[in-house]
């Protein structure tokens, strides 16, 4: 989906000073507010892909005004909510007013710990590669309604492709379909000048991670 979220190639928003040496969490609710994300994201009621779209579904105004993690708690607020696992009013309340709902899965203490690594994306392919390295390729001009790592400065730009990354799970359809479907997952490079403008550094290449769906070969 077109939102704020997607910010690639965007002017205005000044410059990105990150700092030297930046602690992992600036308060101690942020680190609890990944360990609640990660959990509950390995209980099976949604995963990666789905997360993300319901950040990218905040309003601009909250997504803006929002710290990192506090986009995370707020989005595993609304999941909660839209799953059935919590109420409005018990979130309001801070604290459970009945029986809840039973999770796909109970994750137990001793996983903890495992939790912080992210599970294997890999998918047996159904069909072999379309592209090879080398090849020269278009992405569509799509702007989808659901979730998409397509970003916009780089639609309906020609590029190359450097890399065959392998058969992944396809985010858009895990969020449009509900179903984990493969696609082939290529990296694709563009010179700056075609995704900038003539203006732009003759010297800038720049590389995504592209699926196949977003493709088709150059004209």
Request: proline share 7%; aromatic share 10%; hydrophobic share 40%.
């Amino acid at each position: 989906m077109n939102g704020i979220h997607d910010m690639g190639g965007m002017d205005g928003f000044g410059k990105v000073d990150a700092p030297p040496q930046e602690p992992p969490f600036h308060s101690e609710w942020e680190g609890r507010v990944l360990a609640m994300n990660r959990v509950m994201q390995a209980t099976g009621e949604w995963n990666i892909d789905v997360g993300r779209y319901w950040i990218e579904t905040l309003p601009p105004a909250e997504y803006l005004a929002s710290s990192y993690y506090r986009k995370w708690f707020v989005r595993l607020e609304r999941l909660c909510v839209a799953r059935g696992l919590v109420t409005k009013e018990e979130v309001a309340a801070g604290h459970a007013e009945g029986p809840g709902r039973k999770l796909r899965r109970v994750v137990a203490a001793a996983e903890a710990a495992a939790l912080l690594s992210r599970r294997n994306y890999d998918l047996p392919s159904t069909a072999p590669a379309i592209f090879k390295v080398g090849d020269r390729v278009t992405t569509k001009n799509m702007h989808p309604t659901s979730h998409t790592r397509l970003p916009r400065f780089a639609r309906g730009r020609t590029g190359t492709i450097e890399r065959i990354q392998g058969s992944h799970v396809y985010p858009d359809a895990t969020v449009a379909e509900g179903v984990e479907r493969p696609a082939w997952l290529y990296t694709v490079t563009f010179d700056g000048r075609e995704l900038w403008g003539p203006d732009a550094d003759p010297t800038v290449k720049v590389s995504i991670e592209a699926f196949e769906p977003y493709l088709e070969l150059a004209k």
